[in-house]
């Protein structure tokens, strides 16, 4: 049996921002740790016990195999593994390695172009999925069709109150010998997260300062119903605060295909 990646370490991570503080940080990357500690944190785990409990809701008795597009670091996949053949899609490696040492079944892959094809009985998918802001809002969507068989059903999310992400604030976060500060912010009319970090090795005194801009994209029911009928989807259900609040709900099946 093939061994299971070791995700990076806190540590590691560190160590990386106080050698090169001005290389390309960034929570999908050199920082995934950080991520993995931010995404079982309580306010965290909440939202994602909030998500499964809406897909437990929504999803037919008779899925089976499920696929979730932009899964991180895995929290929500470790969820549907409870119930469901369940597979994640996420272009980070260094999430993914998260959700992979917990067992989980993952693939490395574009979530608006996932290597998966119509063999899924549902697919869901949250935040946009990892899609980039200037990305057509229907390309997950596509994605999300090809991958379910005829009849299955999506279940997404999709940010629509830039309040939601607005919350600024500082984070510690601390290891043997690292501590982490992350700062927040988010500039009035602007749609992107800012994040600075400050790393100090407790051990020497040294201290590296990085930063990273997350761009995120605000969407209205009828920009989702819209991108839903162009990538193909039927019987679509848009709701406001279903589930996150700021987030929208989305529901739609793949139609089944009938002999003309």
């Known amino acids: 049996m093939t061994p299971r990646p070791r995700p ?3 540590a590691d991570a560190c160590a990386r921002v106080v050698e090169d503080p001005g290389a390309d940080h ?4 050199t920082l995934a740790p950080v991520r993995a ?6 306010a965290a785990s909440a939202r994602t016990d909030a998500r499964r409990e809406l897909l437990a809701a929504r999803l037919p008795a008779d899925v089976d195999r499920v696929a979730e597009l932009g899964c991180g670091t895995g929290t929500l996949l470790d969820r549907l593994r409870e ?13 993914l390695a998260f959700a992979a040492a917990r067992g989980a079944s ?6 608006a172009n996932p290597p998966l094809r119509a063999a899924f009985d549902a697919v869901c998918a949250f935040d946009a999925a990892g899609t980039p802001p200037s990305a057509p809002l229907s390309a997950l969507f596509e994605g999300a069709y090809a991958t379910l068989r005829p009849g299955g059903i999506l279940v997404a999310g999709a940010l629509s109150d830039a309040r939601a992400v607005a919350d600024s604030g500082v984070e510690t976060y601390r290891g043997a010998r690292y501590v982490l500060e992350r700062a927040v912010d988010v500039a009035p009319g602007e749609s992107a997260v800012h994040a600075d970090y400050r790393v100090t ?6 201290v590296g300062v990085t930063s990273e801009r997350t761009p995120f994209r605000v969407v209205d029911a009828a920009d989702v119903r819209e991108a839903l009928d162009d990538s193909g989807f039927e019987d ?18 793949r139609p089944v295909e009938t002999g003309g």
Do not use: N, Q, W
């Not at 500690?37 to 309580?42: A, F, L, P």
């Not at 119930?83 to 999430?95: Q, T």
């Not at 993952?106 to 979530?111: E, Q, R, S, T, W």
């Open 201 to 206: 090795d407790r051990r020497t005194g040294a």
């Open 8 to 10: 990076p370490s806190f």
């Open 236 to 253: 679509a259900s848009v709701v406001a605060d279903a589930g996150v609040e700021g987030e929208l709900v989305v529901t739609a099946v």
């Open 83 to 95: 119930e469901h053949d369940a597979v994640g899609v996420d272009p980070a490696p260094g999430l």
């Open 106 to 111: 993952v693939i490395c892959g574009d979530p």
């Open 26 to 29: 960034s929570l999908a990357t």
């Open 37 to 42: 500690r931010m995404d079982v944190s309580e």
